[in-house]
């Protein structure tokens, strides 16, 4: 008889695939289910509630396993932890949980971090962590050009062509444009996101910040529908699945 864990997860996209396991190189996936065979024996599938692209970084993915060895929390927990070492993932919280529960199906939703960097000076600390900016943005041109996205609408224009949702229409519950001395974080949240959703909204925003479009872009790129009508795709390694709610 199995028992089935919610696993909470930090992680460094930079060395991965993404979560998904995939043939061209190591996932987050691979590796958790590795630590999980080497502790308890078993080959599994672990289901996360995202599936965060190459160069993503995670502060609290939410994963969900079942396992028939009978162990505490805490000892999987430090178990996992000890498996996965040297690779940059960490199991911070475990738990169980009914069987009814599914990290994905049962989120509610998806809270995620755009880091931007805005200097000239080369990151010393931050690199492969953040998007570098060199030029100056406006912060507050930016939180007010994102405004309209908020709410029920066709995304199309910030969805990736090989995007596999059935439809482009989210409902974006809130995005923050907020600037932290030479930081600034952009922080969204909504049930559920297209692919590269995120990246692409950020990649838009840009110019707008750079003063290269006016605050009005994004709701005219919204109401266009289309991917050619908004900015470049902005960098993986700026974007962090903050947290998952359930």
């Given at each position: 008889?199995?028992?089935?864990?919610?696993?909470?997860?930090?992680?460094?996209?930079?060395?991965?695939?993404?979560w998904?396991?995939?043939d061209?190189?190591?996932?987050?996936?691979?590796?958790?289910?590795?630590?999980?065979?080497?502790?308890?024996g078993?080959?599994?599938?672990?289901?996360?509630?995202g599936?965060?692209?190459?160069?993503?970084?995670?502060?609290?993915?939410?994963?969900?396993?079942?396992?028939?060895?009978?162990?505490?929390?805490?000892?999987?927990?430090?178990?996992l932890?000890y498996?996965?070492?040297?690779?940059?993932?960490?199991?911070?919280?475990a738990?169980?949980v009914?069987?009814?529960?599914?990290?994905?199906?049962?989120?509610?939703?998806?809270?995620?971090?755009?880091r931007?960097?805005?200097?000239?000076?080369?990151?010393?600390?931050?690199?492969?962590?953040?998007?570098?900016?060199?030029?100056?943005?406006?912060?507050?041109?930016?939180?007010?050009?994102?405004?309209?996205?908020?709410?029920?609408?066709d995304?199309?224009?910030?969805?990736?062509?090989?995007?596999?949702?059935?439809?482009?229409?989210?409902?974006?519950?809130?995005?923050?444009v907020?600037?932290?001395?030479?930081e600034?974080?952009?922080?969204?949240?909504?049930?559920?996101?297209?692919?590269?959703?995120v990246?692409?909204?950020?990649?838009?925003?840009?110019?707008v910040?750079?003063g290269?479009?006016?605050?009005?872009?994004?709701?005219t790129?919204?109401?266009?529908?289309?991917?050619?009508?908004?900015g470049?795709?902005?960098?993986?390694?700026?974007?962090?699945?903050?947290?998952?709610?359930?």
């Amino acid at each position: 008889m199995t028992r089935r864990f919610r696993l909470t997860l930090e992680y460094d996209g930079g060395p991965f695939v993404g979560w998904q396991r995939q043939d061209n190189g190591l996932s987050v996936q691979q590796c958790l289910e590795e630590a999980v065979e080497k502790f308890c024996g078993e080959r599994l599938v672990a289901y996360a509630a995202g599936r965060t692209d190459s160069g993503v970084h995670a502060l609290g993915q939410v994963v969900h396993i079942d396992i028939a060895r009978d162990a505490e929390p805490f000892r999987i927990k430090e178990a996992l932890n000890y498996h996965l070492k040297p690779r940059p993932i960490a199991v911070i919280e475990a738990e169980p949980v009914d069987d009814s529960f599914h990290a994905r199906f049962s989120a509610v939703e998806r809270r995620y971090r755009y880091r931007i960097v805005n200097r000239r000076a080369p990151l010393a600390l931050d690199a492969g962590r953040a998007w570098q900016v060199g030029r100056p943005l406006d912060a507050e041109a930016m939180h007010e050009a994102a405004l309209p996205l908020v709410g029920h609408h066709d995304f199309s224009s910030f969805r990736a062509a090989e995007c596999q949702a059935k439809s482009p229409v989210k409902t974006l519950t809130d995005i923050r444009v907020s600037r932290y001395g030479e930081e600034i974080e952009i922080a969204l949240r909504a049930p559920s996101f297209l692919h590269h959703q995120v990246r692409n909204i950020v990649g838009t925003l840009a110019p707008v910040g750079e003063g290269k479009k006016p605050v009005t872009w994004l709701a005219t790129v919204l109401r266009a529908a289309d991917r050619r009508k908004a900015g470049a795709t902005a960098p993986a390694c700026g974007l962090y699945l903050d947290k998952v709610v359930y």
